[in-house]
Nanobody, 124 residues
Framework: QVQLVESGGGSVQAGGSLRLSCEFS????????MGWFRQAPLSKEREGVA????????TYADSVQGRFTISKDNSKNTLFLQMNSLKPEDTGMYYCAAAPEVSSALRGLEYRYWGQGTQVTVSS
């Protein structure tokens, strides 16, 4: 059974930092891509934030480039998202996801497995 469980969300002031974690299990070995997505309040769409592949190659949305860092600890089956210099527009529910392969690391439709999300709120 595939499980992805996010944690680490919370409320911070603008300029602050948070580190999200996603513990995963049961993901087929062939699923070489993982990513973080977010859904802003009142938005129907999930925005790709960062992705990482089997070679640890990373991809970031322009809006978070230079502020967020995605990483993965395979020995602990955990995906991380270090978020620095947070802005109010970073507020949203953050999800981790996994896929066997993707043509675009930030395209949510290509990801097969999803966690339940962790809420991040950034106040000005």
């Amino acid at each position: 059974q595939v499980q992805l469980v996010e944690s680490g969300g919370g409320s911070v002031q603008a300029g602050g930092s948070l580190r999200l974690s996603c513990e995963f299990s049961g993901i087929p070995y062939s699923h070489n891509y993982m990513g973080w997505f977010r859904q802003a309040p009142l938005s129907k769409e999930r925005e790709g934030v960062a992705g990482i592949n089997y070679a640890a190659t990373t991809t970031y949305a322009d809006s978070v480039q230079g502020r967020f860092t995605i990483s993965k600890d395979n020995s602990k089956n955990t995906l991380f998202l270090q978020m620095n210099s947070l802005k109010p527009e970073d507020t949203g529910m953050y999800y981790c996801a996994a896929a066997p392969e993707v043509s675009s690391a930030l395209r949510g439709l290509e990801y097969r497995y999803w966690g339940q999300g962790t809420q991040v709120t950034v106040s000005s």
